[in-house]
């Protein structure tokens, strides 16, 4: 491993020059080791189940013989298409044990989205959430699934809790599970059936796997927009819980963070649950987030970190039940998957310092491709506009785009990134991967980020805006061509332009030009056909929040189209725009549930 160059900003980190010794060995047997010195702290609480660190261990190995009684290998891939639930986290480890591959997929992904995630990596088994089950029946014919092993969001809550959730879900349930078992009852395994498969597979399980070993997929939109799956190695993601724990610099066992992030982000996976399994600290698990009751989460739980995007912060603002509200218990609080204005930032800071919080939001920056966060503001100093400084062992550059040429301190070019966290590449992409990951004539393998940025002399970054055309959506990055291809699969559609317009609340959102092939046809009928087709076709939170109908869309001089000129066309008509900030559908969440409960037992007594 090479060492990092030491650069002026290590003084923010106590002074010292860090360099972090790297395990070549599996995810699992960091947790294991680290875990051995904290057996009985609390690894994960999900509603008020907790289970200790010794508890855990046991769990992920009543799992690995399970998945090992079904055959699965080394290397094999098993797709996991589930929120934050202990079913998630549980499988995902004991995968990783047996040197197998996580696949991990958003619940909310179309059809076919989840189709081609599934064929793509060949998984012939997959872990799933009950209220996604019928999108994999849907389309299971066309793959290689032998089995789907089904998890309930209630299955690991506490009794009372589990029972009150299933039956406010129950036409949900119906719907989506009782339908799905009607028709592929063959190859549906309840997790608990799954579980008791383990106690048949007596033989040692073969845990002695290595750093540059594969451990989980996740997509990212690459340089093209087209979804790719990011290879992250076992190197990258015990490497990134390492230096997410030495960034962070205050983090201290049993402290409690808030997994609001997902289990198929990066973010979610590689901060709030392996880092927190790796420092032994505890992981709330929440499935499923709502902004209404952020302050429910805050004032039940009182975790010590909280990790989230912009939005979720500027939900915490706007949340009436804060006030005279006080959260000494917290000492991290991180913002990343999307820039943070200067004005939110010094409203967020207030805001925790009227609270009783002894702290700043510190923003990070990162991207899929080298694990999630690379980059962080140090805990007690900020520089304007800047979001911090990189990770030990992680190397910035600022390049002129798309070449090796580094331009001098505080001036614009694109980022480039060196480090252990780096991916292994895109799944079955070499060309994605040879544009993205380049060696220079220094020796080293750099990501090419796509993004635009510059450093200071002090080797503070300074993130400008993204190269790439992409759209960030409370966190989400949206790729327009894909969603562009998926219009275009329309039977009506000529062709389309998707472009990102500015919300007050999820920053921006998509919105879809669409040309027809009969222009008769512009009318309410169509458009809730094409409407209908995205909904099918893709994930929830990337479906267009705006349809227009034109006869044709702009082009530039070599004949493509010009959408710089729709996104000045939207940005001279935003003035006049409305938006409806509330959410279509106030979702059935635990803490819902579980208020609800309470009350009822409270009236009866």
């Known amino acids: 491993m090479k060492k990092s160059i030491k650069t002026p900003w290590y003084e923010y980190y ?35 189940t907790k289970k200790t660190y010794h508890e855990f261990l046991k769990q992920i190995d009543e799992a690995a013989r399970a998945f090992k009684a079904l055959g699965i290998k080394h290397k094999d891939i098993i797709s996991i298409c589930m929120p934050n639930t202990p079913e998630a986290i549980i499988a995902f480890y004991a995968i990783n044990k047996i040197g197998a591959i996580s696949n991990l997929i958003h619940p909310l992904s179309g059809e076919n989205e989840i189709k081609n995630f599934i064929r793509r990596t060949n998984s012939k088994y997959v872990v799933c959430i009950d ?60 997790w608990g059936d799954f579980i008791k498969l383990g106690k048949s ?72 649950i392996h880092t927190v399994q790796y420092f032994g600290g505890t992981s709330i698990l929440v499935p499923q987030f709502s902004a209404k009751t952020f302050d429910k989460l805050l004032k039940r739980y009182e975790p ?30 991180i913002s990343g998957g999307d820039s943070l204005s200067i004005e939110l930032k010094k409203k967020i800071d207030d805001f925790f310092k009227d609270h009783g919080a002894d702290i700043q939001v510190r ?13 962080l503001t140090p805990e007690k100093y900020y520089r304007v506009g800047s979001i911090g400084v990189p990770y030990p062992d992680t190397l910035y550059k600022i390049v002129e785009p798309n070449t090796e040429r580094e331009v ?17 590449g895109y799944y079955k992409s070499k060309k994605e991967t040879k544009e993205a990951l380049r060696k220079h004539k220094d020796g080293l393998v750099w990501l090419h980020t796509g993004d635009q940025g510059l450093m200071d002399k002090d080797g503070f970054i300074y993130f400008k805006q993204r190269i790439k055309r992409m759209i960030v959506s409370s966190g989400y990055c949206l790729y327009p061509g894909y969603i562009e291809n998926v219009i275009d699969g329309h039977d009506d559609v000529l ?50 929040y705006e349809y227009e109908f034109r006869d044709e869309l702009p082009k530039t001089l070599v004949g493509k189209i010009a959408y710089n000129v729709l996104i000045h066309e939207e940005e001279a008509e935003k003035s ?15 803490e819902v549930v579980q208020d609800e409960f309470i009350d009822k037992m409270k009236k009866e007594e």
């Open 495 to 544: 062709m389309s332009c998707v472009i990102g317009i500015d919300h007050p609340y999820k920053v921006q959102v998509a919105k879809a030009f669409v040309v027809l092939n009969d222009p008769a046809k512009a009318n309410e009928e169509t458009l809730d056909s094409i409407r209908k087709h995205c909904e099918k076709n893709l994930a929830r939170y990337s479906w267009p």
């Open 201 to 272: 597979y007596t033989k040692e399980i073969e845990d002695d796997f290595k750093g540059k070993d594969i451990a989980a997929i996740l997509y990212s939109g690459g340089t093209s927009g087209e979804p790719k799956g990011v290879e992250l190695t076992n190197l990258n993601l015990n490497a990134l819980a390492m230096q997410s724990f030495e960034a962070c610099a205050n983090l201290k066992e049993k402290d409690k963070v808030l997994a609001i992030m997902p289990i198929f982000h990066g973010f979610g996976l590689g901060v709030c």
């Open 14 to 48: 106590d002074g010292v020059q860090k360099h972090l010794e790297y395990p070549d060995f599996s995810l699992y047997k960091l947790i294991e080791y680290t875990s051995s010195k904290h057996l009985t702290n609390y690894s994960y609480d999900y509603y008020g």
């Open 408 to 424: 001098p301190y505080g001036e614009e070019g694109e980022i480039v990134i060196n480090g252990p966290t780096v991916m292994s």
């Open 304 to 333: 010590n970190v909280i990790v989230g995007v912009p939005t979720l912060y500027e939900a915490l603002l706007k949340n009436k039940s804060m006030v005279n509200y006080r959260m000494p218990y917290l000492k991290c609080a």
């Open 363 to 375: 923003e990070g920056y990162g991207l899929t491709e080298c694990g999630s966060a690379s980059c």
């Open 576 to 590: 006049h725009r409305k938006f409806n900030t509330e959410e279509d559908k106030t979702p059935i969440t635990v």
């Open 131 to 190: 209220v996604a089950c019928d999108k994999i029946i849907n389309v299971i014919d066309k793959t290689k699934v032998k089995k789907i092993i089904v998890v309930s969001a209630a299955d690991s809550m506490p009794a009372y809790l589990s029972v009150a959730y299933k039956a406010m879900n129950i036409y949900k349930m119906t719907k989506n599970v009782l339908n799905a078992y009607a028709f592929k009852k063959d190859i549906m395994l309840r």
